[in-house]
């Protein structure tokens, strides 16, 4: 024991006044520590039995949050104490310190700390005062919506928060009665029921109550324990004063309103929560991809879908190869199925990888075999019922008659197909629609292009059947999955799921100058020319036009995901920005090594797959966690 460290202790304010013998023996047991650059002084979630004296060097008070990021609550600096609220209340530890740089600290086990603590009336104090607010910071820093705000504010609002340990069974709020509070899960699984029917299953990180402040309205569901929890709870006036103060948590509010409760969302209610709309102010709006890239780190894309396209395009190639070579009925089918599938696929795939807040995949492969088992037929009967696209037409009206009609019957089975599955109220965004449209027209495609290559084989044409399965894959990102992703487009439209809630008039209009633009957009493309140059002409106009449109309703799509993904994650804002300040955070926590990107979070809710380090479903807005 250096008499520095006795001097450092004798000179701290929380030991004015404890009597020399009782510091003396305090010190006895007392060790000087020396860490380096991200050594850690204590880890997160164990039970210390010690605490720290920080003697010289800074260090950073870090907690993972449900999601597994790591936040930065603090920098501490010489003379501060750490580690001694899980002492103090016998708890395990909330977060977690980590030395930035050389840092000597001193280090007191726990008998040492409960004599200073009896000895000195100013250190029981302080630590007990201390204690409370730093684990209710911890708290509200890591999984709710208030980590948006400040850290010196956040402390504040610690003060107002309460802790409520709950147990299974226990009835939260009950339906019909007033949530005079607002509730924020720390701990457990709490259900909502509204009558007989089972709402949601809410998790740490979700909040409740916000509703009944908000509108004045009764609570309408029943929110019971299914576990033992614990919840954080923060009275009606202090919920309005954070509300008044900090606009990025009222439109979180906001979006998640319109979520849940869309019919709660009045004039009374829309003014307590207004912000600034993105579309009002230009500046905002127009963020640079690249700064927007920075905010939400877009989903692995490129990757993905190369690798369905470099895959599939393999093993259509080396069936090719095989079947013209060895020319086996089994080679030869192979390749008509491989050759089917490859482009589809690969367009369904590089669309899904350009939605920010998309399904799981096997949903898209559901809308896709759906419309190859559906829509075909139901085309193929209609066609022949009309006799179109038979070869009987010879006058120019003739043709153009029947391509419509063509092009009309097919994108009307395929969006039947597409309703099926966009009816319901979770597929809101309007990339929703784009990528079931895809899905729905690449499943017809495949089929299609099967169909046609069988044709063939019938007539015992490999060759022909290979060289119509070769350009029907290249010109598949032209045809039936951009089309129906536009007439798909134009459902949603006509399905009144713009969040803008346009006049009836305006969407009706998009719904039909959509599906129109589909429709013909198809025609042109199957209308029978008579040169090749005048084939070539419309072709790469019809080809153009569509995917200049599909690339719009992208963009447009996008756009509105992206807006809804960060109104109900502000602090993912904030979090990133903490990260470019503190420097490389990734090293220091260890866990999070390079190479490995963490994982995309998947919805319990609603089943939405959202990019890593998202904390609220931007669909449904429950609390994600890993
Ligand atoms: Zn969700």
Redesign the pocket.
Known sequence: MTTKAMEFLRNHTLFRGVPQHELEGAVQSMHEELFHDGDPLIVEGSYGNSCYFIMSGQVQIVSRNLIGHTVTLDVLGEGALIGEVSLFLEEKRTSGAQAIGEVTALRLEQNAFSRLAAASPMFHESLSFSARIRTMHAMLSKATIWAAIPNAELRGLAEVTVRRKVYKGDVIVAEGAMADRFYMIAEGRFEVRSGRRKKAVYKPGDYFGEMDLLSGEAHTGTVTALENGELMVMGRDEFHFVLQQYEPVRRQFHEVLRIRRPELLNEEVSAKLQFTEAEQVPEAAVETAATLEAVIPAPPKKDRWMDVLLALGGIFVAFTGLAIWLKQPVWIYAALISGGFVGPVSFVAYMRSSQLLGFKPIRLAAVFAASGIIAVPVAWVLERFWSVGSGLETTTIEHVQASLLIGVIEEIAKLLVCFFFLRGR?QRFLMDAVVFGAAAGMGFAAVESILYGFMYLQQHATSGMLAVLWVRALLSPFGHGTWTAIAAAGLWYGLGRSAKRGSTADRLLRMAALLLISILLHAAWDYPYAAGLWKMVGMVMVGGIGIALLFSLIRQGTKEERAMHRAVNPAQQVEERLRQAVGSDSKRSGSEGPGTSPPSLT??????V?PAGTRY??????A?QL
């Open positions: 979770k919805c319990e809710g609603c089943g939405t959202s479903c931007g669909r449904c807005g429950q994600l």
